[in-house]
């Protein structure tokens, strides 16, 4: 009782603060009553009968964020843990006890029957087929993003998620988060005016943001067992940084696309209920961490919505920069023909700009070129036409929304997935809306690669 009382405490920020210069109250998602019944989910009390045992494929950095959140779970119990590297495998020893199951072949970790759900970790071009495999074996599947490695991978899964009718959870966690959801409220209200545009960054200056991830001094293709690291790619020579840096190397990952603009992606199309883009294009380059790597640290994607009963046409901008002087953001930026929406995490901004109902006249306009007495005659008319109030921009109150302190949008989204395990409730983000994020985000290194435009069908989710 005492740790739902703290939390009742701090959720008390969303009805005081959380919604500060916020003149009219949107009363749903954002209320604090729906807050607090959300957050409360962590700490109900879970009967044995509803226990899920969990193991891990893939125990590096993702992997280990995403044991210690699902652990916070009541009922959530871990029940083996697998990995290639040997040091990974002696370190879940070290955290969980010897008795702790671990194995090197995921494919003997799906063969347990104590096992109920799996969390996917793994390098990116493993993906789909663990998660293939883990469903055909009856267990229900969070996958970190991209769910796919290859566009042609997406439609398999989602066929093979249906087939098994078990729960299936991409890990973009942002879209099950208090703030995109205030966000997409606030887009909905038409608190902006019609969308048009999208601006969204993720920038990062750091070698371990660049992925230069720490390599053990015992790395070799026996420490690793490189032979099964690579059963599902071309056959490659035994590379420590193609084994943990692999983000940055196009043979096993996908690069800033796979990583980041795929939280834009999946953000951007929670709030606006879109299905996807028409065409894609991107381009980049290597502008500093010129350290081995083939996929660039500095991109950019252009990407056009079609007009759709979801939303309006728009054009969305990505951007991911390795080596920023801003020190690194995440920003999703909504631009309405009323203002705009910044999304910073869970904390949301709304400043409006409004046009007045008069049209321009005077001032840096071609009026003053006209001769004079045409000037007085149309400044005349201009002035019976249209008052003074008329010509002035209405204002409105900016609106500021911050989440409540301590809250953890990973923490909600792994909270939807075991609820949905349990309880039979759809996920937020299922195989469909993971391919819908991922399919753009692949196709924007397809077109880096190619120099050009790709054309993509978001409604029958495919290439054209």
């Known amino acids: 009782m ?22 009219n109250p949107l009363t749903t998602l954002a209320a604090s009553e729906k807050a607090e019944e959300r957050i409360l ?8 009968n509803d226990t899920v045992r969990i193991g891990v494929i893939g125990y590096g950095v993702q992997g280990h964020f995403d044991l210690r959140t699902a652990l916070q779970i009541p009922g959530v119990e871990l029940a083996g843990i697998c990995d290639l590297y040997t040091g990974r495998i002696q370190n879940a020893k070290e955290e969980f006890g010897p008795e702790l199951y671990t194995t090197r072949n995921y494919k003997d970790l799906l063969d347990r029957p104590d096992i109920d759900a799996v969390i996917i970790a793994t390098t990116d071009c493993w993906h789909a087929q663990m998660t293939k495999d883990a469903l055909a074996k009856g267990k229900h599947v969070y996958c970190e993003k991209p769910m796919i490695y290859k566009i042609s991978e997406g439609i398999p899964v989602i066929q093979a998620a249906q087939k098994a009718g078990k729960v299936l959870q991409v890990g973009s966690q942002r879209v099950s988060s208090l703030g995109y959801a ?72 996908t690069g800033v696309a796979g ?18 883009p028409e065409s894609i294009y991107s381009t980049g380059q290597f502008s500093y961490w010129k350290d081995g790597r083939n996929m660039p640290d500095v991109m950019s ?43 910073m995490g869970n904390n949301i901004t709304v400043k409006h700009s409004l046009m007045p109902e008069a049209p321009g ?64 409730k759809p996920v937020t983000e299922d195989a469909t809306l993971g391919f819908r994020a991922a399919a753009p ?19 029958k989710m495919k290439l054209v």
């Open 2 to 23: 005492k740790n739902q009382n703290s939390r009742r405490r701090f959720l008390q920020t969303i009805g005081a603060t959380g919604l500060a210069g916020l003149a």
């Open 41 to 48: 989910r962590y700490s109900k009390k879970i009967s044995v």
């Open 182 to 253: 205030k966000a997409k409220e606030l887009l909905a209200a038409g608190e902006i005016g019609e969308l048009n545009m999208v601006n969204a960054v993720y920038d990062r200056q750091s070698s371990i943001g660049a992925w230069e991830y720490t390599i053990p001094k015992d790395a070799s293709a026996e420490s690793t067992d490189w032979e099964r690291f690579i059963e599902i790619t071309d056959r490659m020579d035994f590379d420590a940084k193609k084994f943990f840096w692999w983000r940055a190397f196009k043979e096993v990952g």
């Open 259 to 276: 990583d980041l603009f795929i939280h834009l992606l999946s953000g951007t199309h929670f709030i606006t209920n879109s299905l996807g």
């Open 301 to 343: 994607g252009v990407m056009q919505y079609p007009d759709s009963p979801e939303h309006p046409a728009f054009l969305l901008t990505l951007q991911v920069n390795f080596i920023s002087g801003t020190g690194g953001q995440e920003v999703i930026r909504l631009v309405g023909s009323e203002g705009i929406i910044d999304i």
């Open 361 to 424: 006249f005077g001032g840096y306009d071609s009026l003053f070129t006209f001769s004079k007495s045409m000037q007085d005659e149309m400044q005349k008319e201009y002035d019976s036409k249209w008052s003074a109030a008329q010509r002035k921009r209405p204002s409105k109150e900016d609106i500021i929304y911050r989440a409540p302190q301590g809250y953890s949008d990973h923490l909600d989204h792994f909270t939807n997935f075991f609820d949905a395990v349990r309880e039979g």
């Open 441 to 459: 985000a692949l196709a924007c290194n397809e077109s880096y690669f190619s120099g050009e435009k790709i054309n993509w069908d978001p409604v």
